[in-house]
């Protein structure tokens, strides 16, 4: 090789390397890390909720075939030879598990955390459709089953706390209809409601686990297929339909998006804007695509709408990364995080494709373009049936994750996971700790009033800019299927009066939520959040 040509090759590669530099697009910052809590739970974490004693009550289904943990006291389910368990309850304290039984299936099924703490869970499939279910935590409490709890099927229904105390449960596969757990009297019926027919794609469905949000005016908004209606429950009227998404995709089971109430900040009992992000799914024609091997590219946009408006419309944004089957949870200081699913394909047995394990994070309050930032990825895929819930101390507790009709661990794309994982968003990082608030008073389990003052004191080790502080308080969600059921998260009204006491003690005074519509009466988790970086939280109780 003569000179010449090694030096103009030389140059040659330089070339490609500055070209290769100067177009690479800009580097979004990556944050958060990962760590696994446990390799095996000994069954695949399909639904998750968080228990206001610090435990996670986790189950899959009861006809997956035999899990990877025995029912204890060598019992085995009535009418069944599978001895083995498909729920456990998780301590998050001591990152162990307890085997607990279910008797008929809870697969795809819902639930919401009910005020005095019990877990009270609908429907399921096969012998489970009719079921309601009590879990209530006590060390050593199982699961309680009602037959013929519920009027009607309810597979793939969203279920919502209501301002009263009870729940009212939405539609599932093939049930167009509602009912509230519990009832007022044995004959309450199931009234239909035809947006579920109007939203319902014949054959593929596209409306299942729609996404439910108790609106502050009392009224409900519910988001399927590709619409929205806002609605009152309690007469079965129609108050509003909002335009449908530009685009016109679906963003529900099969073609599983996700979606969030975002934070609602109050100011003198009122909160000022109320918006709805839905993000993700799957383009129209997917599901057919996908059984046909044909997996087509997952959803890259999030619609916004303020759903307060008088006439409101939706404002579209692009994610860095395409998602189908993610979960949208809202973190402690009012970002949201979209985290687990995939790249390509629908939800559904074996229908999906390329895991994205990047969560990404979205600051609402940002401007539309600089609003979303890629996280660090896990190892695990977590496609269909993984699952993703806050825990107290801010980190993301993530399972799940078996899109096959049995446990299988080899020779598949993608095993059933049994693991459990945290997420820990960077706001964790040993470096943001002088910055971190911990609360000294009122202490956990804390009983608070609607409309009434709360004195908050925390410590800050650091310096604290008074300004930057805020009180949030998230309300525990029942997570199933991408969506969170009965999530929202309240900023409180405390108008900066962060009131420096001692060497680095500090008091705060807020508002509590004025009422019922704005939150729902039960168990809540209270942060206080300095600069974007929260407090561990604590347990407060919503009351009259
Ligand atoms: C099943 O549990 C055993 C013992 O806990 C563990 O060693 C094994 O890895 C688990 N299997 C899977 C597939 O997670
Ligand atoms: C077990 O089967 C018997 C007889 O069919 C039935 O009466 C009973 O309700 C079943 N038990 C459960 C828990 O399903
Ligand atoms: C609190 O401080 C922030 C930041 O300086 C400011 O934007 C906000 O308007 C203040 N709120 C009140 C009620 O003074």
């Known amino acids: 090789m003569d000179m010449t040509f090694s030096a103009s090759l030389l140059y040659h590669h330089l070339f490609l390397f500055f070209l290769l530099v100067l177009h690479a697009p800009p580097c979004p910052a990556a944050g958060g ?18 228990l206001p004693n610090d435990r996670v009550v986790m189950y899959d289904r009861t006809d997956f075939g035999i899990s990877n943990i025995s029912l204890p006291n060598g019992k085995c389910r009535p009418n069944s030879t599978d001895c083995s368990a498909h729920s456990v309850e998780y301590d998050v304290g001591s990152n162990n598990i307890r085997p607990l039984m279910v008797l008929t299936n809870v697969w795809c099924s819902s639930g919401t955390l009910m005020r005095d703490g019990s877990l009270i869970q609908t429907g399921g499939w096969d012998d489970g459709y009719r079921r309601v279910r009590i879990y209530k935590s006590c060390g050593t409490c199982d699961w309680q089953e009602i037959p013929n709890g519920l009027n009607q099927q309810r597979w793939y229904a969203t ?19 509602y009912e509230f757990y519990p009832k007022k009297s044995a004959n309450e019926n199931s009234p239909s409601l035809p947006f579920l027919v109007q939203t319902n794609d014949p054959n593929v469905e596209n409306n299942l686990y729609p996404f439910v949000f108790l609106n502050p005016d009392g009224n409900l908004f519910l988001f399927a297929n590709n619409r929205a209606i806002l609605w009152d429950y309690s007469k079965n009227q129609v108050l509003k339909t909002y335009p449908t998404m530009p685009g016109g995709q679906p963003r529900n089971y099969p073609s599983t998006g996700s979606a969030v109430l975002l934070p609602l900040r109050l100011k003198q009992g009122i909160a000022d804007a109320v918006q709805v992000l839905v993000c993700g799914g799957a383009p129209k024609g997917a599901f057919v695509n996908a059984n046909n091997g044909k997996f087509d590219g997952a959803l890259d946009t999030c619609g916004r709408i303020k759903i307060s408006d008088q006439n409101p419309q939706w404002v579209m944004e692009t994610m860095p990364l395409a998602r189908v089957m993610g979960d949208m949870l809202l973190l402690p200081n ?11 394909g629908v939800a559904g047995w074996e229908l999906g494709r390329n895991p994205v394990l990047s969560p990404v994070t979205y600051r609402p309050d940002n401007q539309i373009g600089s609003r979303f930032e890629v996280q660090n990825p896990s190892t695990k895929p977590r ?12 980190r993301v507790l993530v399972g799940g994750s078996n899109p096959h009709d049995k446990y299988v661990f080899t020779n598949v794309l993608y095993p059933s996971e049994l693991s459990l994982e945290a997420f820990s968003p960077s706001y964790l990082d040993a470096g943001s700790s002088s910055l ?19 004195a908050l004191t925390f410590s800050v080790t650091g310096p604290v800019d008074p300004n930057l502080v805020s009180v949030t308080m998230v309300s525990p969600s029942f997570n199933t299927h991408s969506f969170s059921m009965n999530q929202r998260l309240l900023v409180l009204d405390s108008g900066n009066s962060t009131k420096r006491v001692g060497k680095s003690t500090y008091k705060i005074g807020v508002t509590a939520p004025p009422s019922g519509n704005i939150a729902p009466a039960g168990n809540y988790l209270l942060f206080v959040v300095h600069k974007e970086i ?3 939280g604590i347990w407060v109780r919503m009351q009259q």
């Open 534 to 536: 929260p407090s561990p």
């Open 436 to 454: 971190r608030p911990r609360i000294i008073s009122p202490k956990t389990k804390t009983k608070i009033r609607y409309g009434r003052r709360v």
């Open 334 to 344: 009012g970002q949201v995080l979209i985290i687990n699913g995939a790249s390509a």
């Open 159 to 177: 279920n919502q706390l209501l301002p009263d105390g009870r729940q009212i449960i939405i539609g599932g596969r093939q049930a167009f209809n």
């Open 33 to 50: 890390s990962w760590s696994v809590l446990l390799p095996s739970i000994g069954i695949s974490a399909m639904h998750m909720q968080l």
């Open 383 to 394: 496609v269909y049936h993984s699952t993703a819930v806050l825990l107290r101390d801010g």
